[in-house]
């Protein structure tokens, strides 16, 4: 080749070389090259540059995802599980939607335990995330066809776990079991070591206003006020408080507030729309619930019961009536609405004003024979673990009248719980508690089998005594009329020259009482039938030669309510005084 050759060959290239515009190779420029590779299906190539973005930015965890997502497609799903797991270990942690990834590969590869576990850390880490409602359907199809569960049922285990610590935390725990003293003594306690722990203060006030202490629950809730003017729980919490018996200025101040209020948190505001309603704020209730019922995509049943309720006690009949027969497409919740549908349509057939519950009830049949059925199993756990029951016990307890207090401790004493003990406790210190009611207290912790001493107020004070020196026949003295009994069957037999048997006519007669008070089935018209039957029953225990004829001669009472009498103790097991 000549010089002069080589030297326009030369200045050629520098003219074509100078002709060419550069190009510029990054990560940018492989990721659009991938895509346009996906779009085509061309897997093999969209892989080579995507892998070119991670020599680009090998940092960048969303290149590697890529990487992993085109292996996946190429069915290495190993290859792509190894890409996921450098991302989770090397690059971000929190990058959620890995696990979801690792989710789909596990389950392609059939290693269904593994798939489940992945796609239930991915559910906890992004509840609400892209792929949630993918996720939630992986999951049904993992358990439903191809027999998982054991994952979930850790997973599970460790979620409630979990609610339990957090709930203790605040005191949470006691008030849901409707343990509501326990809730008092152990939230007291939490506040004075962490006075900033509003929540657990929150639930002190509702723990002080369950048991009857509204001017201590007032007070709570005014200085968390105080401190933070917005706490919804707070404001919540002293509505309904001003609601039953506070002042009506303080009530309207309370109502103004939570007028201008919509919480995004579904918990809060559901607290907020049934706040609203059990103070007779249901057109503003019915905002509330009717706003939340259409940001969510599932409502659960008690929030369509809440958006129905609300609208028929603000009158929109109509829009309620809409809302229960949505209700009633739930299965379980089917004789529900048709209660409430039937109820609202009685009502406004008779002109009368219509007042639902916010909190949905089976109608009463349905639940006198569930409770019918309860105490024929011997099943009370739900009894005792039912936090509205628990209120109104220990609220009746406080304010009662004498009836009302002896059926609550009757109740206590069935229950046979350490929440009711401390309900009893604290009941016997009280200075307007008669005999009779505190020898039912009594009664009722000898039942719980409570130990050590008791403080009872006794001549004008407080006096501290050992359960150990409780009578055991204490029940005697919770009605004057069963005191009576028994004295005058011992007084007939001393003086007949039977006493012998005023022993055992006392222990027939106290295992009768403690029988029948927990079942609340005795009710003395006439003293003489019992004392008769009392009577007769013993000495024909002992071979006497006695006639129920005779019996009643004696006393002037009818055989016939002699014999029946009589028959009841006779189903009664003697127990040792």
């Given amino acids: 080749m000549s010089s002069n050759t080589h030297q326009d060959w030369q200045s050629a290239r520098r003219t074509r070389t100078n002709n060419v515009v550069s190009m510029r190779f990054d990560a940018a420029y492989f990721y659009e090259r991938g895509l346009r590779f996906l779009e085509r299906n061309d897997l093999p190539r969209a892989l080579k540059a995507f892998r070119k973005t991670v020599e680009y930015e090998p940092n960048n965890p969303v290149n590697h995802c890529n990487v992993a997502g085109v292996l996946s497609e190429l069915g290495n799903f190993e290859a792509s599980n190894e890409v996921l797991m450098h991302v989770l270990n090397d690059l971000d942690p929190d990058m959620a939607e890995c696990q979801f990834y690792l989710a789909n590969n596990y389950a392609n590869m059939g290693e269904y335990e593994l798939a489940e576990d992945h796609v239930l850390r991915y559910l906890d880490a992004d509840p609400d995330g892209e792929y949630a409602e993918d996720a939630e359907e992986m999951l049904d ?33 006691l008030l849901e079991q409707g343990q509501f003293e326990a809730a008092v003594e152990q939230l007291e306690a939490l506040v004075r070591r962490n006075p ?8 002190l006030s509702l723990a002080y206003y369950y048991t009857g202490q509204c001017e201590q629950a007032i007070a709570t809730a005014e200085q968390v006020l105080a401190e933070n003017p917005q706490n919804i729980h707070a404001l919540c ?29 579904y918990d809060h505001a559901m607290k907020l729309g049934t706040t609203l309603g059990l103070i007779g704020e249901h057109a503003k209730a019915f905002a509330v619930f009717d706003r939340l019922v259409r940001m969510v995509d599932r409502p659960e049943p008690i929030l369509l019961h809440s958006v129905a309720a609300s609208a028929a006690n603000a009158g929109y009949l109509r829009t309620a009536k809409k809302w229960w027969k949505l209700l009633g497409q739930h299965a379980e919740m089917k004789e529900v609405a048709q209660y409430y549908l039937d109820q609202v349509e009685r009502l406004r057939r008779q002109g009368k004003r219509v007042h639902i ?63 009711g003990e401390k309900a009893l406790r604290m ?19 000898q039942r719980t089998a409570t130990r050590g001493r008791v403080e009872v107020w006794r001549n004008g004070e407080l006096q501290s005594i050992r359960m150990s020196d409780v009578p055991k026949d204490i ?5 004057p009329a ?59 225990r002992h071979g006497e030669s006695v006639r129920q004829r005779d019996a009643a001669e004696w006393f002037g009472v009818s055989t016939s309510s002699l014999g029946k009498a009589a028959a009841r103790l006779e189903h009664v097991r003697s127990e040792r005084t």
Avoid at 147 to 173: C, N, P, S, T
Avoid at 389 to 401: E, K, M, N, Q, V
Avoid at 427 to 445: C, G, H, T, W
Avoid at 475 to 479: A, C, F, M, P, R
């Fill in 141 to 173: 199809v993992l358990l439903d066809e191809f027999g998982g569960g054991k994952v979930y049922a850790k997973w599970e285990a460790k979620r409630r776990q979990e609610e339990q610590d957090l709930a203790k935390q605040d005191g949470r725990h």
């Fill in 196 to 203: 900033a722990n509003l929540a657990a203060r929150n639930n």
């Fill in 237 to 265: 919490n002293l509505a309904v408080f001003e609601a039953q018996g506070g002042s009506r200025e303080r009530l309207q101040a309370c109502v103004n507030k939570l007028s201008k209020l919509f919480p995004l948190h």
């Fill in 357 to 419: 519950s916010y909190q949905y009830d089976l109608p009463l049949r349905s639940q006198f024979a569930e409770m019918k059925k309860r105490l024929q199993t011997g099943d009370l756990a739900t009894w005792r673990q039912d936090p509205l029951l628990r209120a109104s016990l220990y609220w009746g307890l406080r304010h009662g009248a004498v009836d009302t207090r002896k059926a609550v401790i009757r109740t206590l004493a069935l229950l046979a719980d350490e929440d």
């Fill in 427 to 445: 009941f016997l210190k009280r200075p307007d508690v008669d005999e009779s009611l505190q020898a039912a207290a009594l009664y009722a912790l």
């Fill in 475 to 479: 029940i005697l003295q919770v009605d």
């Fill in 482 to 540: 069963w005191e009576t009994v028994h004295a005058r069957v011992e007084s007939w037999l001393r003086e007949h020259h039977k006493a012998r048997y005023v022993a055992e006519a006392k222990r027939v007669w106290v295992a009768f009482l403690r029988h029948a008070y927990l079942t609340n089935d005795l009710r003395i018209v006439k003293l003489d039938i019992w004392v008769a039957a009392l009577i007769y029953h013993v000495l024909k």
